[in-house]
Nanobody
Framework: VQLQASGGGLVQPGGSLRISCAAS????????MGWYRQAPGKQREMVATITSGGIAKYKESVLDRFTISRNNIKNTVLLQMDSLKPEDTAVYYC????????????WGQGTLVTVSS
């Protein structure tokens, strides 16, 4: 499995940005896709994940501001980020948890999101 993320950039506080990730390889319906982020000097943290059935989980601080979506045909996952705050500044990593034939974590190369005026 390979993950290719795109769409990061600089945005002002209160603005919006959408980042996307395309997965290649064998993707199963039981695999979970999502986004993690890592700010300077901090640990990587989960932002949002989604199952193929559309069940999403969010980090509490992004709830009601971020929306994750997934296209099971194209094997893509999008993260729509609204009402961005400076504390959302981080490198965002696309993530896929394989469930077959064994559990395994896959990571994309990361895309930088900077929220600043």
């Amino acid at each position: 499995v390979q993950l290719q993320a795109s769409g990061g950039g600089l945005v002002q506080p209160g603005g919006s940005l959408r980042i996307s990730c395309a997965a290649s390889g064998t993707i199963y319906s039981s695999d979970i896709m999502g986004w993690y982020r890592q700010a300077p000097g901090k640990q990587r943290e989960m932002v949002a994940t989604i199952t193929s059935g559309g069940i999403a989980k969010y980090k509490e601080s992004v709830l009601d501001r971020f929306t994750i979506s997934r296209n099971n045909i194209k094997n893509t996952v999008l993260l729509q980020m609204d009402s961005l705050k400076p504390e959302d500044t981080a490198v965002y990593y696309c993530y896929l948890k394989s469930t077959f034939p064994a559990m395994a974590d896959h990571w994309g190369q990361g895309t930088l999101v900077t929220v600043s005026s």
